[in-house]
């Protein structure tokens, strides 16, 4: 576990934010890679960015706390999102949300903006469950396995009363999201049906998480419960999504 990065002088770089940066980055320059290639400005991509990071912050944020309260010192520690806590489902909802308006404002598709940015949502995975693993949050339940990770003294995991080996979820849920990030990347580089990447990516990643929620250590069932109500919704959401854009593509002259 490593929290921080890299220390110096009494000054720390926290290793949750340095991956969330490092996603958002390659994230932009893989989507504005891709949106090039239907004529969509640099800037478009941009300013969606821009968005889809606000509501990433704001909704990943807003669910952690609602879930996790007792982690928060005062109202002034809601907002060091830099020392990690975040809810995936959260971010995703609040990042859905945003990015719909501003993709609506500008008159574009919204499946087929979907298809351009599920891979890198699925890498964005890759690299911020490692920043957990380091940070030692989102850790799973004991295990004996022999991949089995004890965390130190100190930890999350440690303070949750497991000073023994656990899953370490956060490295399944990266390997997931790396493998994930192959096949959309490679189906988007391929003749596809507008949306269908994104339904994709619904149905895989939303079966994957509420599979591995039965590993992961949650404080409490309703916590546990609201991940896999959303996970089911996000499953059926895309099989919709999948059906619609396979009808749609048998209308179509």
């Not at 007792?70 to 489902?89: A, L, P, Q, T």
């Not at 298809?115 to 799973?140: Q, Y």
């Not at 003749?191 to 039965?214: C, M, P």
């Not at 059926?236 to 854009?245: P, T």
């Amino acid at each position: 576990m490593r929290p921080l990065l890299i220390k110096f002088d009494g000054f720390g770089i926290p290793s949750y934010g340095t991956m969330l940066v490092i996603s958002f980055i390659v994230a932009l320059f893989l989507v504005k890679r891709e949106a090039k290639k239907h004529g969509i400005a640099p800037v478009t991509i941009e300013n969606l960015a821009f968005w889809l990071m606000v509501g990433v912050i704001i909704g990943g944020r807003i669910l952690y706390v609602i879930f996790h309260p007792s982690e928060f010192r005062d109202v002034v520690s809601i907002f060091e999102i830099w020392n990690g806590g975040m809810m995936f489902f959260g971010g995703f909802i609040g990042a859905f949300i945003a990015g719909a308006i501003y993709v609506k404002k500008q008159n574009l598709s919204i499946p087929a903006l979907g298809d351009m940015v599920s891979p890198s949502i699925a890498l964005g995975e890759f690299f911020t469950r490692i920043g957990c693993f380091l940070n030692g949050c989102c850790f799973g339940t004991p295990t004996t396995l022999p991949w089995g990770v004890r965390f130190p003294a100190g930890s999350f995991a440690w303070n949750a009363g497991f000073d023994h080996p656990v899953h370490p979820t956060q490295l399944y849920s990266s390997l997931f999201g790396l493998l994930l990030f192959f096949f959309l990347q490679r189906m988007l580089l391929h003749k596809h049906k507008e949306g269908q990447v994104f339904s994709y990516f619904l149905i895989f990643y939303g079966g994957f998480r509420f599979g591995v929620d039965f590993i992961r250590y949650y404080e409490n069932v309703s916590n546990f419960l609201i991940n896999q109500i959303i996970s089911i919704i996000i499953v059926f959401a895309g099989l919709i999504l999948l059906v619609r854009a396979r009808q749609e593509s048998q209308q179509s002259p």
